[in-house]
């Protein structure tokens, strides 16, 4: 079983989706404390805090993973089914293709156990989940993620859809600390999964630092998956396709970013009209990034009472609120040299705009 360190300090063990559920259940009726539970109670010193240190900033700016409460997984799992967002397709088709492939050339003829990073819904996981079936019979999948919500989703998906996957579910920051998975056999391998090009919202730097964290708890053999969407370049995608999947048509993206403000105003008594900000979406290609903002429409003055704090936006001024950036192929393979996993496979859509790399620990 793995140990995690939280933000707060607390040890997060992974339980079954049971354990999940009678966690949540004990934080809602407010008796009671596990680990987990009690994780919860301090998230909200958490947000405090980061809220009220992004907005002091200039720029303004907050975390993306502020983006997640429950009505903000509702509308990024919309996102992935907007035409304009063709990450999520991409990187489906690569893994439906691939699956089988990534699986045994990660497994390398042992038997293999999967981790992954921020798994939501683990929708996409599922294809890895059933190739890893295929090539062995029964697997163990420990999903770590944030969101009690997706976990227990995740898990009770997978108990109907793929009996044989061991889910052993990880409510935690994958961020803030890592422990070493205590029960590994001799002879099996591990594969961390961070797919979904989650990646991009981490600056390269502590990317590197976070992967090459992890490294220093895994064992030579074992392996990254990594989904990376690739930045715009001759014959690939274009700068107009890339800024588009982030400036949908229908505004799914829009309300996403703003969901921050409506978060805020629930969570910590805050006046926002999210309205009153414009979404803006633009690429940065001197940082290889696309970068989303929240921008004040007027001058405006907002009242956030946990934090007996008003803030003021100037007419036009932003607040950042999401930073995705976007790799060659080169690059992406120097980040996990750099992390100890050096690429040994990669696959790749038809025309080039996602890519799926498999490095090793050497
Ligand atoms: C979940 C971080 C991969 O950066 O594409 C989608 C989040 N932001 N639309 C991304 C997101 C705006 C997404 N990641």
């Excluded at 360190?5 to 949540?24: F, I, P, Q, S, Y």
């Excluded at 090539?135 to 898990?155: K, N």
């Excluded at 309205?275 to 004040?296: C, D, I, K, P, T």
């Amino acid at each position: 079983m793995a140990v995690f360190w939280n933000t707060a300090g607390w040890v997060v063990t992974g339980g079954r989706c049971e354990a999940l559920k009678d966690c949540m259940a004990t934080f809602f009726s407010e008796s009671g404390t596990s680990a987990a539970c009690a994780e919860q109670e301090s998230a909200e010193q958490t947000l405090a805090d980061v809220v009220r240190a992004g907005l002091q900033l200039t720029p303004k700016q907050l975390p993306p993973w502020l983006f997640y409460d429950e009505a903000g997984s509702l509308l990024f799992e919309e996102i992935t089914r907007l035409p304009e967002y063709y990450l999520t397709r991409m990187e489906r088709g690569i893994l439906t293709a691939s699956a089988g492939a990534m699986i045994r050339a990660a497994a390398g003829g042992m038997r293999i156990r999967l981790v992954e990073l921020g798994a939501g819904s683990a929708d996409k996981t599922r294809l890895l989940l059933a190739a890893a079936l295929a090539h062995q019979g029964a697997v163990a999948y420990q999903p770590v993620d944030v969101s009690e919500t997706a976990l227990t989703a995740a898990c009770e998906r997978i108990a109907a859809e793929l009996p044989g996957v061991e889910t052993e579910p990880i409510l935690a920051d994958y961020t803030a600390g890592w422990g070493l998975a205590e029960d590994l056999n001799a002879g099996e391998r591990q594969l961390l999964l961070w797919i979904g090009s989650s990646v991009g919202n981490f600056e390269p730097e502590r990317a590197v630092e976070l992967l090459a964290r992890i490294n220093g708890t895994m064992r030579p053999g074992d392996g990254l998956l990594l989904g990376v969407d690739l930045a715009p370049a001759a014959g690939g995608k274009s700068e107009a396709e890339l800024v588009v999947a982030y400036d949908d048509a229908a505004g799914v993206t829009a309300a996403f970013n703003r969901n921050v403000l409506v978060r805020l105003n629930r969570e910590l008594g805050a006046e926002f009209e999210p309205e009153g900000f414009a979404h803006r979406a633009e690429w940065n290609a001197v940082e290889s990034r696309m970068e989303m903002h929240l921008e004040s429409r007027a001058a405006q003055r907002v009242w956030m009472d946990a934090l007996e704090m008003e803030v003021e936006f100037a007419a036009g001024e932003r607040l950042h609120t999401e930073n995705s950036y976007k790799y060659g192929l080169d690059g992406a393979a120097e980040l996990m040299a750099r992390a100890g996993f050096p690429v040994v496979n990669r696959w790749l859509d038809a025309e080039g705009w996602f890519a799926v790399m498999l490095g090793r620990k050497g």
